[in-house]
């Protein structure tokens, strides 16, 4: 057996693990003790809530993973080409970089540098 201390939404949980033979259906391990609430360091960054940057353009340009604003690549105004990089995405220690799917120009970006996003999140848009 193992003993694990493990933290959820605040909550700290002590759980008890049996290694062994698995029977097919997965047990839950219940705590030892009431959940005791940890002390919050800081509130994490909220999801990305749009920027006013101008008026929004009709096509939109959305991440396609879970990650954070490493790098804005195109600015409001500036003329871009299909294909061409708008926002670089990192995740997983990876960069992704999320271009435009047409030629058109920047009406809004709607992140900024180091903003936490989720995937399908809008990041700008082109008119």
Do not use: C, R, W
């Amino acid at each position: 057996m193992k003993n694990y201390t493990i933290t959820v939404n605040g909550n700290v949980y002590d759980v008890v693990v049996e290694e062994g033979v698995s029977t097919g259906a997965a047990p839950v391990a219940a705590p030892k003790a009431a959940p005791v609430a940890a002390p919050k360091a800081a509130a994490p960054a909220p999801a990305v809530a749009p920027k006013a940057a101008g008026a929004a353009g009709s096509v939109k340009i959305e991440a396609g993973a879970a990650g954070k604003i490493f790098k804005l690549e195109a600015a409001v105004g500036q003329t871009v080409k299909a294909g061409d990089t708008i926002v670089v995405l990192e995740a997983m220690k990876m960069e992704i970089p999320v271009v435009a799917p047409q030629a058109g120009t920047v009406a809004s970006v709607n992140v900024s540098v180091g903003d936490a996003v989720e995937a399908g999140a809008l990041l700008a848009t082109l008119n």
